[in-house]
Structures are given as C-alpha cells and as structure tokens.
C-alpha cells in the first residue's frame, strides 16, 4: 500500500497532533500521539476527497508513551486518521481495535458529515464484549492537516477584543444559531449563522440593550447521540464534543456549511466565517467568550462510539475506577482524567488556539468541577488542581475571562465559591433568591441583601471581589425569563423523555393562570415579576448575564430544557418580541454605565470611603431607621431599601443612590434621607432614565414605592452630609 516515496522517521514527541515542520533541512509531517498502553499506532494517509486510503505508516518511536514519526513530503492538506495496536480487555478498560480508523485528538481540521458517527461502535452489536473486526474507514471523517504558522496568523489578522473590564461586562448568553435564526431583519443566507450573529441588524441590538460580551453556547465541533437520532431530534446546545479544536460547521453559512460537510470537504470557509465574526464584534466594542465542554466527550459511556480517545487508550484518558468502569461525575457517560499531563496538555492547547487562531476573549466552563477533580486526592475537588494550575500560570489565557459552573453531579460536586484567583463564578445564589423574592416563596431581607451586594459570604473569604459573582436569573439551562414567570411547572413533553427530563426546581409562578392567557391581570402581574427580576440583576454588584431573548420576552413553551429543540421553540421570536420590555432593559444597562454605584468592585463595609463623608452601604427600614438585627430574618413585607455612595475607581463619589427593592402586594410609604431625590427607575411602569435628561422632578420627604417594582432614586452631591441624616457603620448582612 505505501509507494516508495514515503518514509517514515522518527520524529520527535512534540507538539501533539499532526504538525508540518522542517526536521534536518526536510519539510515534512510529525506526528505524535500519545497512547502509553498501545502497542502500535498508525497514521492512516488519505486522498484529497478522504476516499481512498494512499499510505499507512506505522510511527517508528515512542517516548515516554508518545509515539511520533515525521514524513518527509507530506504537509498542509494531507487528510488522515489514526489506527491503534493494543489489548481488547473491557475488564481492563481496554478497547483497541485496529479495525476501526479513529480522529486525532488535536485535529485543527475536521472536514466530512459527522451525522452517523455515534453508530461508529468498537464492539459488535450481538457481541459487545467483543470486538468488531469490520473496517469503517469509509464512514469516518479524515481530519485535514493545517498550515499551523497560516492559521495563527490569520487569527492575529483579527481585531482586538475590546477588553472590557468585569465591573463594565454585561453578558449575554446566546445560541448562535436560535439568535438570529428567525430575525426578520438579518439577510436569509446569514440567519442562524456565524455572518448572522455579526449582521448589522445584531450590531444594533447588542448596542441598543447594552450588552458588552456574547457568552456563546458551544460551537466546538460535536455529535448529536443515539437517543435523540433515533427520535429524529438533535443535541441543539452542543455539550457533547468531537473536535476541541474545530468550529462547528452546522452555524456556517450555506456555502462554507457545504464545503465542509460534503462537497469539497474544505471547512477552511468555516474558519474564514467564525474569525470575520469575531472581527466585526471586536471592531464594534463586543467580546466573544465560548462556552467549552472540556469535562467529557462525544464517547459517551462503555456502550457508545469508538471514535477517538476510547481507541487510542481509553485507561489513559479517560477517569475509571479500579473494575474499569467510567467514572461519571458529570452524568454524560464518561469524563477526562485531569490528573493526566496529556489531557491537561490537549485542553490547554485547545483553549490557547481558540485565542489565538479565533480571537476569542474568554471561556465559561461547562461543569467545571470536574476540572479540578485530582486523582491524587480520590477525584475530590481542588481549586488548584492540575489544568486549574496550568490555567492560572499560562501567559496566553491571562488576558482573557475564565468563567466557572461551579459544580458537577458528583459526590461533592458543589464548589460555589471555591475557585482560585481571577475566576468568576455562575451564581446559582443570586438566581435562586431573587426568584424566591420577587416569586417566592420565601426569601428574607438578609438573603437579598447579600446577593444585591455581591454575595460576600461565597466569595470574599477566597480573596476575590464582588466581581467573583456571575449574576443571572435564567440561563439556558432552565426556565425562559417569560417562561419563568409563566409556569409553575416544566412542560418538557417535546422532548419524547416523559417530563422525566429537566429541572423539577425552578421557583417560578404563573401569576394564576399555567401557560399563555388573555387575562389582563394575570399579564399585568408577569410583567411586573419580569421587570422586577430584571432591574435587580442589573442593579446588583458583580457581573449581570443576560439570556439572549429574555429582553423580547421570548417563551419556550414551559420547556425548561430545550437542549435537543432546535426548532422555534428555542428560536428566538423577534417578530412577537416585547419591544416596550426590549427598551427597558436599555434603561436599566444605561443607569449601570452612568452609575458607578451599581456596579462597585469592591466589598461594602458601612462606612465612608477615604475622603467621602457618607457610608459607602447604608440600609434602610421604611421608616428610615437602621433594621433591626431580627429584621434581616423576616421574609414579611418583601421591601429592602439601602443607600449607596461610592465614585468611579480613585474618584470621589458623584451622587447617591437610593435603592427600594419591593415585591410585595402593597404600596410603601418610605422615608427618604433629607435633601432632593430624582427618581430614575420605576419598574412596576416600566420606566428607567436612559438620558439624564428624562430624569422626572426631584422629591423629598416620603417616597410610595409600588407594589412588585423596584425604585431608584438619585441624589446629587454637592457638599458634606446633613448631620442629622448619619448612621453608625455597618455591614452588610
């Protein structure tokens, strides 16, 4: 099979993945895989089209469980895949199967349909503890060599990321494809793509709800599984990854989507697509953070496809226990070792080409616990453990913003907080007690207090600040913002599992009625809910992340887990969107630029900071008193109401703000500190001063806050405090 031409050196063991070089004045490809059990390793070379097989080379050397070899003459364009020598030992682990051509892990290039690949089984059907001796070289996509040195410098070729900082950041969690995918005012060949998230149409909406960062659902290359094919639906979200180091070609346009998938088998228009993306964004003030799904792969469990890692050497790669069987503390069906140098080394160098060769400005990491799992504390949690480590040392990824979920379904997965330095973490905290506050059904004075506040009791024992705490009140994963205020309960029958899917805890409301209705009360009640929730997350310390779509109100029909609907019920519905909630949210953003108090990057201690007069917190009963310590406990009345006097950084502080925060059933009276105060918010009528100049007449005295709405008020300074309005220090709760 191999012409005479080709020879096969030794190479060297790195970098892994195939890579063209000039070793000993010859231009060439080294290869280096690591498989420390094998005892064999192919590289299979494949034609132009990944038809025919032209060579197969077995790797000369192996060093420290790295076998490489380096063939003259081959380079960029060469398609090829690997085979693996070894035991079959399921008992073991073991599940080498030269039969089988599998994907290089650090494939930059990944060209051909992917839309049978879960079929793609080591074993036999009849037989599973046996192995299949049928070649499926046909059926599996080649992976493409790339010009690495090209790649790179057309990923510095991009604009930079605007760099934002946190206590400015607004996220905005958004599917690339739900997004745009019905957006009337995005070219048809662009919706639901890559062009389209970067379409003029996007540009203005991102601007005019004043979002700073895009939060993208995984767009690394992944496979749909077996029980959603065979219910003729699709894994939507993209958590269950094949390439870490590919595009997904699905959010391409109609021509890059082709070339890639059939065709030409070129994705190099998918590259050019996603890196034009980010270029735009960039060069009109918007960040790019990927969400990546390093926790496990698209193998799935000892039953799924044979595909890559399980073949080359599944003991090496992935977490199991001493019978050989996956450990799963992320409930997908397997899970990486982390304590593995290989396995650190391939997401660190995936996570470094996504900054490098796309541009991106940081990622949020998908179960993220199950990063820090180390072996050599029996797979517990460490904030430093070995890619925890690696991530905080590497000098790439310094510049850009690591986002935790801070947990995993496995013993011990919780670790809200517990992450290093220059981590932030998803809050699932704030999200639970602002949806009992405004929703119940309880929360207490204390529990708000500490989540408008930045959440100290999480995060400022780790040395962090407020800017520690992600903000939400939805997220994908969950209840619609509309939805959330629409359903007492998960409507998830679309998805064919029964309703057994999804979360079954959601503290949300109906208002009276499940579902749509007419009814004007009821209506009137949700949009206040609404506005409420949303004016506390952009009103609170720390970083505030928008769902995409929450601003049109867009519902999901009571689906609180619409990963495999990609249909309109996860498409966003821009032509039935709220336009009068849409502005809101513009106004609230507004008021988080021009007010630095809400948006303070540092704890509150209830006392003046150095040079001001009033306390930097000071908070509030109705009566203008200081609460009592039993009234942080109480969940009766649902009204908090503080006082913030904080400047920009270094700056002395500008105005005061007066916060009312009041979810219950009646109208307050609330006593303001003496001197005038400007009302810029009123959520219960749907109405923040976007423009100072919209601001309505100044008041003094006694303040009526609505009932479910939250008020904010501004006090401009122009001189020391009214004696007779100080307060001794105090903390928050």
Known sequence: MNPPSFQCLPGQAWPLGAT????????????????????????????????TETARLRLPACTDGIWHGFVPGLGAGQRYGLRAYGPWDPRAGHFFNPAKLLIDPWARSLPGAADTLVLETGFRADAPELPDPADNAARMPKARVLDLEAELRAGAAIAPGPAIAMAHTVLYEAHVKSLTRLHPEVPEAQRGTYAGLASPAMLAHYRRIGVTSLCLLPVQRHLDERHLIERGLVNHWGYNTLGFFVPEPRYASAAARADALGGRLDDAGVR??????????????????????????????????????????????????????????????????????????????????????????????DLAVSLGRDPLLGRHFHPLGALCAAIAQDPVLARVKWIAEPWDVGADGYQIGRFGPRWHEWSDQFRDTLRAWWLGPVATRGQLARRLTGSSDIFEATGRSPLASI??????????????????????????????????????ANGGHEGPTQDPVIVQRRARWRRGLLATLLCAQGVPQLLAGDEIAHSQQGNNNAYCQDNPISWLDWAGGDAQLTDFVAGLTALRRRYPGLRHAQWFHGAPLPGEHWPDIEWRTAKGETPALSDWEHADGRLLVCTITVGEPGQPARERLLLAVHAGEQAVDIQLPPGPWQPVLDSGRAWAASDPTAAEPAVQGRWRVAPLAMHLLIQPLTGPPNLSDTTRKERTP
């Open 20 to 51: 063209p070089m000039v070793l000993g004045g010859r231009a060439g490809l080294n290869v280096a895989v690591f498989s420390r059990r094998a005892t064999a390793i192919e590289l299979c070379c494949f034609s132009a089209d990944g038809c």
């Open 272 to 365: 050019a697509e996603f890196r034009a993306m980010v270029d735009t964004l960039h060069r009109h003030g918007i960040e790019v953070l990927l969400d990546v799904v390093y926790n496990h792969s698209a193998e799935g469990g000892a039953l799924g496809p044979t595909l890559s890692w399980r073949g080359l050497d599944n003991v090496g790669w992935y977490a199991l226990d001493a019978q050989g069987h996956y450990q799963n503390p992320t409930g997908c069906g397997n899970t990486f070792d982390m304590g593995g140098p290989h396995v650190v080394q391939m997401v660190m160098d995936s996570l470094r080409w996504w900054v490098q060769a796309f541009g991106v400005d940081g990622f949020r990491f």
């Open 471 to 508: 903000n939400m009140v939805t997220a994908h994963d969950g209840f619609t913002l509309a939805d959330l205020t629409a359903y007492s309960r998960k409507h998830n029958e679309a998805n064919g599992e029964h309703n057994r899917d999804g979360n079954d805890y959601n503290l949300s």
